[in-house]
Nanobody
């Protein structure tokens, strides 16, 4: 499956932003889907993951970020509310076939990646 993220831009602290991840070649059905964030000099960080086990959310974004899929399961969304100065980074969408991973917050366990979309937050 090929993934393409979009929607990243510069926003102000406290604003909301929705990122999209379009899948082609397959749908998200039978896949775990996650969003990750990376800033320069740091490891890629798992933020939120949707799988058959439910939704896991990192403490850093709990209560502010939400993941959803469209009805066709071809687009994943990351709704980000109340953006903070520590939220900027390149945001990546990733997927892996259900059952083929141990931890969908672990980048090495994800098989399919988009190229990322940058998010900037100004104070």
């Amino acid at each position: 499956v090929q993934l393409v993220e979009s929607g990243g831009k510069l926003v102000q602290t406290g604003q909301s932003l929705r990122l999209s991840c379009a899948a082609s070649g397959d749908t998200f059905d039978d896949h775990a889907v996650g969003w990750f964030r990376q800033v320069p000099g740091k490891e890629r960080e798992g933020l939120i993951c949707l799988s058959t086990s439910g939704i896991d959310v990192a403490d850093s974004v709990k209560g502010r970020f939400a993941l959803s899929l469209d009805d066709a399961q071809t687009t994943a969304f990351l709704q980000m509310n109340n953006l903070r100065p520590d939220d900027p980074g390149v945001y990546y969408c990733a997927a892996v076939i259900e059952g083929d991973y141990t931890d969908c917050f672990w980048p090495a366990d994800m098989d399919y990646w988009g190229k990322g979309t940058p998010v900037l937050v100004s104070s």
